[in-house]
């Protein structure tokens, strides 16, 4: 007959130990999925495609009555397409909260000079629309160019899914390394919110295109830059990019 002292001995052990391999096995999971956004601003990036016979007179009329949109809400820059997209325009615009957007959007909607003197005339001008919701990555901020004139590529990125707790760091050490070793001045780099996830979009600004060609072919001779290039490619899915110039009323330039 076993004694009952050996047998609650023996299961406190047994309890012990598989507890033990279950800790083991089972690491306990993060709340945190990466860094997290500290405040509610937000960045619209928006796309409109223009009827290529009116793309020059779109581009009059908006230069023309950009006031009455810019006293709603702040615009950070308007760009022309050059290429990566033709009769195109890109545009974004900075807002506090989704409160504040539609607080925008009721504002505009009961503008009568915006409807009458825009929106009426341009909305005939475009094929489509196009928009996105996006965040500055906890990392970046808006950073004017050294100076104005110049190119702006736009390169966005769609990476695997997951967000920025899978690719996070390994974006920001491409990015960082492009930076950081004056190959090209960062705008801004923005993920999304609403439109397509998982995407990354990388402002980039350059003293002219023959300038980023040069830069280009530089950067890709340089083991850091195609280091940190192999590691994020491990997470991208696909990319594109456009080439685009400032309007004359954008406020980066």
């Known amino acids: 007959m076993i004694p009952v ?11 012990e130990h598989c507890l033990s391999v279950k800790s083991r096995r089972t ?6 999925t990466g860094p997290q956004q500290q405040h509610g601003t937000f960045y619209e990036l928006r796309t409109y495609n223009i009827q290529p016979h009116l793309n020059t007179a779109f581009l009059r009329l908006t230069g023309e009555k950009i ?8 615009l950070i820059g308007y760009w022309s397409v050059e290429y ?18 539609a607080s925008v959007r009721a504002a505009l909607a009961q503008d009568p000079n915006w409807i009458e003197q825009y929106i009426s005339k341009a909305m005939p001008m475009l094929s489509s629309q196009d928009n996105e919701v996006t965040y500055l990555v ?17 390169a966005s990125f769609q990476m695997k899914p997951g967000g920025p707790a899978v ?33 990354v979009h990388v ?17 890709h001779e340089d083991a850091r830059v195609v280091a940190a290039v192999r590691e ?19 406020p980066i330039k």
């Not at 325009?89 to 807002?95: C, E, L, Q, R, T």
């Not at 492009?178 to 999304?192: K, L, W």
């Open 84 to 101: 990566g997209g033709l009769n195109q325009v890109f545009h974004i615009w900075k807002y506090d909260s989704y409160a504040q957007r």
């Open 203 to 219: 402002l980039w600004w350059f003293e002219s295109a023959d300038q980023r060609a040069a830069i280009r072919h530089k950067s």
């Open 67 to 74: 006031h009455l949109r810019t006293a709603h809400s702040e």
């Open 5 to 15: 002292r050996g047998i609650f001995r023996n299961a406190s052990r047994h309890a």
């Open 138 to 154: 906890p990392w970046s901020k808006i950073q004017k160019p050294p100076k104005d004139g110049g190119v702006f590529e736009l």
């Open 27 to 32: 690491p306990a999971a993060s709340v945190s």
């Open 167 to 199: 690719w996070g760091r390994a974006v920001q050490a491409s990015v960082g390394t492009h930076t950081g070793s004056g190959y090209a001045h960062a705008v801004g780099v923005f993920h999304s919110e609403f439109g397509q996830l998982n995407q």
């Open 232 to 250: 994020s490619a491990a997470y991208l899915v696909s990319h594109k990019n456009k080439l685009m110039f400032p309007c004359a009323f954008s």
